[in-house]
């Protein structure tokens, strides 16, 4: 009981990183209905400008974490959501209107140059960072088993939630959330009522990459240790997470993500560990056989 | 009389297909101007060209802005038509924004206002006093159109939802709000049933008489078109084949021919009398 509660803690943990990340995924998708190849490499990319920033706090000696976190949370989001501005303009923009293959070839490309240069300039060794948030509480011990709950797993999981909440209210409150609904549901008549949609799908990028950046920054605070090769592995299990939950729904890539990370810590914990990705690619498929449109997906009816 | 838009020798070609050829049309402000043709004519092709759907072949595209002056709109790009030449149409389907309520699909039509006074949304989301000031005058104009078109009860229905006849006027004020000095409407009267094109017709002679808004009218319910525009212009294979007041028009023997066909026996004397 207790190694089950210990489980689900890790896997809401792991969860919320994979659900930051499907939310890219799925808004991107919802705007051109296309899924962003690059934005697993985004999620790398902001691992890699929190590692630097963390490096930099460490050498101008500023030893107070809430500050440093707060910085480097702020740093990432903002060269991360400048990677996704250019992942858009380059890889997207100009093959609008093309043919729909064209722009996730150039997303694949996107992926594989942000990949190399990440391993060109920063080497293909895993890179560690010393342990930013130490320690944990008990929450429950039993004579077998001690339930612990990291600072940083609490912490985590407080920011996910936090970052939901600000953008459920972003995207359901405010004038830009209404516009990019409306280039959502359709793109050319709401350029016809004055929408620039360019700029639109530009923000929409440019979001997504800013939680993924949130995300990067947990991964580096939990794990430690970054590579250049993490952006794809993460990006194909929130991509699942994304499929899971319905793709084109925010609450679905929540979803997604949460349940994602669950199973796979469970699997990890109860049958083989090393099978874990097995698992989570064995849901992608079903869900692509059986329920295409995902849990909160509603499919797509076309009236003609 | 002055002249709002006017349309010289536009071309629209679509490879070898000739949709628009050497059309040239005067829109005066604060008429209606109606716009008939057989299907296929080209007449909303010529409501794309305007909106910067499409960038026409040749021709050009004068607006004679109240405020801003000549702009011309075939160099405009979609969504400056809207914000800076205050042209806005409607669609012959349909083309609300369904998943949102109908007075969501009525504010997003006010967005430029907003965002300037939003800042681009950094003062939208820390709801600073200039944007919620906006945001009531949004609401406000939504509101009084609502009124207006008899569309409060909807105000908080997904506009997907609702009937067709009711969709088709959550559309024109949508477009209103806008706040258009040329509204294009492409059939505006199609499935609406005797009563709400009555009350259509009603609307237009409010929105031009009263509002001085200059409406283009594209719509085959002739009881619409003849009872309401101050003028007409006809259409056939991207051609004006006539021009003029209804009365003039309805008896042109060349919108005779093109609407009825050509009568073999009375060729020699130029069509039938309808």
Redesign the interface.
Known sequence: MAYALQQLINGLTLGSMYGLIAIGYTMVYGIIGMINFAHGDIFMVSAFIAVTAFTLLAAADVSSIPLALTFVLIVSIFFTSAYGWAVERIAYRPLRGSTRLAPLISAIGMSIFLQNTVQLTQGARVKPIPPVIEGGFEVWSTPDFTVQVGWSQLLIIVITVIMMFAFTW?ITQ???G??Q??CE??R??????????DRTISFTFMLGASLAAVAGVMVTVYYGVIDFYIGFLAGIKAFTAAVLGGIGSLPGAMLGGLLIGLIESFWSAYLWAEYKDVATFAILCLVLMLRPSGLLGRPEVEKV | MSTLLSVRELTMRFGGLTAIDQLSLEVPASKITGIIGPNGAGKTTLFNCL?G?YKPTTGTLRLNHPDRGEIRLESLP??????DAQV??T?QNI??????TVL?NL???Q??V??RA?KF?IA??FALPGYRKAEGEAMARAGTWLHRLNLEQFADHAAGDLPYGIQRRIEIA?ALC?NPVLLCLDEPAAGLNPRESAELNELLLYLSGELGIAILLIEHDMSVVMNVSDHICVINYGRKIAEGSPEKVQNDPHVIKAYLGEDDEDEASGGIAA
């Open positions: 972003l405010t004038p830009f209404r516009q609904r409306s549901q359709d050319t008549m709401a350029s016809l009522l004055g929408i620039n949609v | 909106t759907f979609s969504h400056r038509v809207a914000r806005v149409r669609f083309r609300l924004f369904p998943k949102m969501e504010i997003v039509a967005h430029n907003l965002q939003s949304s939208g989301i949508r806008v």
